[in-house]
């Protein structure tokens, strides 16, 4: 299907009528009324990581008709759908079910109402301000299309609904809890992620899309006493500030300027009262990269500025800072070839020129990067975008993105109609290319 430029034609992008029969759009297009009534239930009823058991239930109702050996419950309250189809490849296709502690504002009428009890019993409001709503729907698409074409492709197909996608932790834990003994292993791992582009557009990065995110934690350790006779003290708020300043210098002077990386101090806790010296300070970092090398340099050189500040400082040696790299890591998303460059001549050919269009890389995380790096050398991976904007609303911010709400934005509103299509035309030929009968 060949259409005219994103930019000037809005909806009718996906709606303008091909040059030729098209059964495979014309089958989305007939089931997207089911798609998205089933987009705004999910969207209207999100809950949190770990917490995803009404979700799971839903899809697990969604998919178990189609054909489908279903189980439910792995890795916590993760469904996994398995259609064997002869012989052949195995695929993966995920989605992600979880939602985020965001209050919701975008005044939609099916805008979530939701409020939970996150893991640190905190109280909040619960959104999909990540689109794993818009995920969902097009996953059921998806499985309803390759259930209904199973007489064009030979293989097994293994769809998969992951929980805790926002915590890092889902991925792992299905992994962990036997994805890939338990069930047919892939040779190739596929997702999208909606994005803040053209509604419909598909977006793609070859080779590292998403970062390694480390979470740090340091304890900055000192001396206390009383803010009158610093001279008696070893003061840990000087001795943070003097840190926090000291790793600016790592991104910009120890790593390769074509070398993305990031290392940025999000909180800094210490002390009571203004005539007090705290005996110690924390640091909560968060730092990226791409490289499993950069990564290890990064995290090196924040223990080495560390402990040289405390010497600097004068701190005794059982008073040196404590740096702890948290377990919740995410590790970079790396699109592989040739799977990548093979699947985008597919999408450029069905969708046009004009709607794929490679992006940069991001520094987010994406815990998707787990099923290529549990066998890097026997599943290749593919996570592309697609645009998820309205066109009206693209159009009126003339290119800047910033005056747009993006993703974990309270007010994050997906065009759901042709993102949902663009979405499981996307997926299912892509899948019919990785299961092709040969």
Same mark, same amino acid.
């Given at each position: 299907?060949?259409?005219?430029?994103?930019?000037? /034609?809005?909806?009718?992008?996906?709606?303008?009528?091909?040059?030729?029969? %098209?059964?495979?759009?014309?089958?989305?297009?007939?089931?997207?009324?089911?798609?998205?009534?089933?987009?705004?239930?999910?969207?209207?009823?999100?809950?949190?990581?770990?917490?995803?058991?009404?979700?799971?239930?839903?899809?697990?109702?969604?998919? !178990?008709?189609?054909?489908? !050996?279903? +189980?439910?419950?792995?890795?916590?309250?993760?469904? $996994?759908?398995?259609?064997?189809?002869? *012989?052949?490849?195995? =695929?993966?296709?995920?989605?992600?079910?979880?939602?985020?502690?965001?209050?919701?504002?975008?005044?939609?009428?099916?805008?979530? !109402?939701?409020?939970?009890?996150?893991?640190?019993?905190?109280?909040?409001? $619960?959104?999909?301000?990540?689109?794993?709503?818009?995920?969902?729907?097009?996953? $059921?698409?998806?499985?309803?299309?390759?259930?209904?074409?199973?007489?064009?492709?030979?293989?097994? =197909?293994?769809?998969?609904?992951?929980?805790?996608?926002?915590?890092?932790?889902?991925?792992?834990?299905?992994? #962990?809890?036997?994805?890939?003994?338990?069930? *047919?292993?892939?040779?190739?791992?596929?997702?999208?992620?909606?994005?803040? =582009?053209?509604?419909?557009?598909?977006?793609?990065?070859? &080779?590292?899309?998403?970062? #390694?995110?480390?979470?740090? +934690?340091?304890?900055?350790?000192?001396?206390?006493?009383?803010?009158?006779?610093?001279? #008696?003290?070893?003061?840990?708020?000087? /001795?943070?500030?003097?840190? $926090?300043?000291?790793?600016?210098?790592?991104?910009?002077?120890?790593?390769?300027?074509?070398?993305?990386?990031?290392?940025?101090?999000?909180?800094?806790?210490?002390?009571?009262?203004? #005539?007090?010296?705290?005996?110690?300070?924390?640091?909560?970092? +968060?730092?990226?990269?791409?490289?499993?090398?950069?990564?290890?340099?990064?995290?090196?050189?924040?223990?080495?500025?560390?402990?040289?500040?405390?010497?600097?400082?004068?701190?005794?040696?059982?008073?040196?800072?404590?740096?702890?790299?948290?377990?919740?890591?995410?590790?970079?998303?790396?699109?592989?070839?040739?799977?990548? &460059?093979?699947?985008?001549?597919?999408?450029?050919?069905?969708?046009?020129?004009?709607?794929?269009?490679?992006?940069?890389?991001?520094?987010?995380?994406?815990?998707?990067?787990?099923?290529?790096?549990?066998?890097?050398? &026997?599943?290749?991976? /593919?996570?592309?975008?697609?645009?998820?904007?309205?066109?009206? !609303?693209? %159009?009126?911010?003339?290119? %800047?993105?910033?005056?747009?709400?993006?993703?974990?934005?309270?007010?994050?509103?997906?065009?759901?109609?042709?993102?949902?299509?663009?979405?499981?035309?996307?997926?299912?030929?892509?899948?019919?290319?990785?299961?092709?009968?040969?």
């Amino acid at each position: 299907m060949r259409i005219l430029s994103v930019l000037t /034609l809005g909806f009718a992008l996906m709606t303008a009528v091909p040059s030729r029969a %098209d059964p495979l759009a014309d089958a989305v297009a007939a089931d997207l009324p089911t798609l998205l009534s089933l987009y705004r239930d999910l969207h209207a009823a999100p809950e949190l990581s770990r917490q995803e058991i009404k979700t799971a239930a839903r899809l697990t109702r969604e998919i !178990k008709g189609l054909g489908f !050996k279903v +189980t439910e419950g792995v890795g916590g309250t993760g469904v $996994v759908a398995v259609m064997e189809n002869g *012989p052949g490849p195995v =695929l993966l296709l995920r989605t992600d079910m979880d939602a985020l502690p965001v209050t919701e504002t975008t005044g939609l009428p099916y805008a979530s !109402k939701v409020r939970a009890t996150t893991a640190d019993g905190v109280d909040t409001g $619960v959104m999909h301000a990540c689109g794993h709503d818009i995920h969902m729907a097009s996953w $059921v698409g998806a499985a309803r299309r390759l259930s209904a074409l199973r007489k064009q492709w030979s293989g097994t =197909l293994v769809m998969i609904a992951q929980p805790a996608e926002e915590i890092g932790f889902g991925a792992r834990a299905m992994l #962990n809890d036997g994805l890939y003994k338990r069930f *047919p292993k892939p040779s190739a791992a596929i997702a999208f992620h909606d994005a803040p =582009l053209p509604a419909g557009v598909i977006g793609y990065t070859p &080779g590292y899309t998403f970062a #390694n995110v480390d979470s740090v +934690t340091m304890l900055v350790r000192g001396i206390g006493g009383h803010g009158a006779y610093p001279q #008696n003290t070893k003061d840990p708020i000087v /001795l943070a500030a003097r840190i $926090v300043t000291a790793l600016q210098t790592i991104v910009s002077r120890e790593v390769d300027p074509q070398d993305a990386a990031v290392v940025t101090v999000g909180s800094i806790h210490g002390g009571t009262k203004h #005539n007090i010296i705290p005996g110690e300070v924390q640091l909560q970092l +968060t730092v990226r990269s791409f490289s499993p090398e950069t990564r290890a340099h990064l995290i090196a050189s924040i223990e080495r500025i560390a402990k040289g500040e405390a010497i600097a400082a004068g701190m005794p040696e059982d008073k040196m800072p404590i740096v702890t790299v948290e377990d919740q890591f995410t590790p970079a998303t790396f699109n592989s070839e040739p799977l990548t &460059g093979r699947l985008v001549g597919l999408f450029r050919e069905r969708f046009g020129a004009d709607r794929v269009r490679q992006v940069p890389a991001t520094m987010a995380g994406e815990d998707f990067s787990r099923y290529r790096l549990a066998d890097p050398e &026997g599943v290749q991976s /593919l996570l592309f975008w697609v645009g998820a904007v309205p066109h009206d !609303k693209w %159009d009126a911010a003339k290119g %800047d993105t910033t005056a747009l709400p993006g993703l974990h934005s309270a007010q994050w509103a997906p065009d759901p109609g042709p993102t949902i299509s663009a979405a499981v035309e996307a997926m299912s030929i892509a899948a019919l290319d990785v299961l092709a009968r040969r």
